[in-house]
């Protein structure tokens, strides 16, 4: 690769970066790779973008995600500069091209947020009827008699 900036605009299969679970992950990932070299160092910048179908944590309604995400990682062969930091990787001298499917692959997990909700105010399901809140309501809440209030009404009589 030639000293400078150079761009790779490419999209992934899935299932080809070992984004096995295909019923979640269905369409391509979109990968744009920023790499500067200068001397023995790459600098790499992954932008990742895709889809995946989840279920919502509190509605357990499938739904579909955008992920985006960004990664840096330098890969160098100078072996002085990798003991630098734990987030520099070794590419040998003579080796023409670096994998950076595993990379990729970690981006769009980590792209994944940890509480997965259709919507920021999914209502959720009732705990007593198990009625989506989203579609429908219920009067569950109404009829529910806080034991308290019944001790109080028993005191104020
Ligand atoms: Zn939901
Ligand atoms: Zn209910």
Request: proline share 4%.
């Amino acid at each position: 690769m030639e000293e400078g900036h150079h761009t790779f605009v490419e999209s992934e299969n899935p299932q080809a970066i070992g984004l096995e679970d295909e019923s979640r992950f269905s369409r391509d990932v979109d990968v744009r790779v920023e790499v500067d070299k200068r001397g023995k160092n790459y600098y790499i910048q992954q932008i990742v973008h895709t889809k995946a179908r989840f279920e919502c944590d509190r509605c357990l309604e499938p739904f579909v995600k955008d992920l985006d995400a960004e990664y840096r990682v330098v890969y160098t062969s100078d072996t002085e500069f990798l003991e630098l930091d734990e987030d520099i990787r070794y590419v040998a001298p003579e080796q023409s091209e670096i994998d950076i499917t595993e990379d990729i692959r970690e981006t769009v997990l980590l792209a994944i947020p940890i509480k997965l909700l259709c919507k920021h105010d999914c209502k959720g399901l009732c705990p007593h009827c198990g009625a989506n809140l989203n579609v429908e309501s219920c009067t569950c809440a109404e009829e529910m008699i806080d034991p308290r209030w019944e001790a109080l009404k028993k005191l104020l009589r």
